[in-house]
Structure formats: structure tokens, C-alpha cells
DNA sequence: CACCAGGCAAGTA
DNA sequence: TACTTGCATGGT
């Protein structure tokens, strides 16, 4: 298996080639986004993001100070924005008491023990918590999620009923914890997921990991 | 028109 | 523990 999967990374990447995530101008807006795009196209997160910088209101000060109908209705091209706007607050609350919202105090904190705090934030589940501590404060964690999970079941490398731990543990266990690479194999994991693993499947045959 | 997107929590049995 | 449901916009 650590073989498989070191070479379906160099497949991947030898073709798609470098991704360059978190697209982002800063940790805070990866944060930011990072509980936005919960089961959200990306177009749409981009969207969001773009009225909060256009109402210059991209900081953990700002946001936190926004009435919530204001802030819903900046971000309501995201979908589900009331609730999104209730998992903002409580991040951002977390971020001002814990960390005075400093991405330097919050990366000084264990990997572990910061997962554990994240994950104790309503609205936080263990993607958005691992997407944060990699793709904000680059800890070497693996992101799971949808297209992870559907890539390696449809190849049979997984079962149907595999959960979010066992996936990671998976990569994790079998490759070296290297941030770069983590972030650039989830990375390439959705590419491969967008262009030839959609739930309904239009192009599986093509999929280059077909030949493998 | 139907289907889906870089999830999560709450409710039910 | 193991399902099920609500949340919502915008693109194909």
C-alpha cells in the first residue's frame, strides 16, 4: 500500500502538475474559507470571500464586531449562510479568547492538542479542522473528505464504510509527514476527483489512475 | 427540470 | 452505534 500510494501521488502529479493551495492571500482568509466551502463549490466560497474584502471586513476584529444578518448577507453566495455565519462566530470567538486571533500563538500550539480544540468548536468537523491546521498553519495533517473517499473506493483500495480516521491514517501511516506534499496530494486527490470522479461519474474510464 | 459542490450537527431509533 | 435530515446558493 505505501507503494500504491507514493505512486499515485507522482502519477498525479506528473500529470496535473502543482496546484498551489490554499488559494488564498493569507492564513486567516484559508480559515475563513475553510468553513465556507463545506460541501460548497469553490466558485462560490470565492464569491463570499470577495464581498468580505470588498467591505474591507477580512479580519478576525471585523467580523467578529459584524451584526450576523450583515455578515449573512456577505457570504450568502456561499449557501447555507446562516449557518455558516453562526460557524464563523463561534470560530472567531475561539480564535479572539484562545489566541488574542494570533495565527503565531495558534501555531505554536501542538498539532494534536489544537486539532482536539478545533474540533470542539460547533461547526468545525475534522476536514475543516484538518484543512486549517495544514493549509493556514501548515502542521503536517492529512485532509480527508468526499473525493478522497470516493477515488479509493471506486479504485477498491478502500471499502465502502472506511471512516475520515482510517483514510488518514492510511496516508499518514504510510508516508512521510511532509507538509509540502500533503498539501499538494490533497490537492491533487480533488483535481482528480473534479475532472474524473464526480458522484455521477461522467468520465471514470478516463481517469489516469486507470492504468496503474 | 434534476443533480451536485473541497461538511457538519442534530434528531431519531 | 447507525442512519436520516436540514442547511441554500449557483453552475451544468
Known amino acids: 500500500m505505501r507503494e500504491k500510494l507514493k505512486e499515485i501521488y507522482h502519477k498525479l502529479y506528473s500529470v496535473f502538475g502543482p496546484q498551489g493551495w490554499w488559494p488564498a492571500d493569507s492564513p486567516f482568509e484559508v480559515m ?102 495544514l493549509y493556514a498553519l501548515n502542521k503536517p495533517i492529512f485532509v480527508v473528505d468526499a473525493y478522497t473517499k470516493r477515488i479509493f473506493f471506486r479504485h477498491k483500495l478502500i471499502n465502502k464504510n472506511a471512516t475520515y480516521s482510517q483514510l488518514q491514517h492510511l496516508f499518514m501511516q504510510n508516508l512521510k509527514a511532509d507538509v509540502q506534499m500533503f498539501n499538494e496530494y490533497h490537492a491533487l486527490l480533488v483535481k482528480l476527483g473534479k ?18
Open 32 to 133: 475563513v474559507g475553510a468553513i465556507l466551502t463545506q460541501n460548497t463549490n469553490w466558485q462560490n466560497v470565492s464569491a463570499a470571500i470577495a464581498n468580505l474584502k470588498k467591505a474591507k471586513a477580512l479580519s478576525a476584529e471585523k467580523l467578529s464586531h459584524l451584526p450576523f444578518r450583515k455578515l449573512a448577507q456577505l457570504i450568502r453566495p456561499a449557501g447555507y449562510y446562516n449557518i455558516k455565519t453562526k460557524r464563523l462566530k463561534n470560530f472567531l470567538n475561539f480564535f479572539l479568547k484562545k489566541y488574542q486571533a494570533s495565527i503565531k500563538k495558534m501555531t505554536k500550539k501542538d498539532l494534536l492538542a489544537l486539532r482536539h480544540q478545533l474540533l470542539g468548536v460547533n461547526g468545525i468537523g475534522q476536514e475543516t479542522a484538518d484543512s486549517i491546521l
Open 195 to 212: 475532472d474524473f470522479c464526480r458522484k455521477n461519474n461522467p468520465r471514470c474510464s478516463k481517469c489516469p489512475l486507470q492504468k496503474l
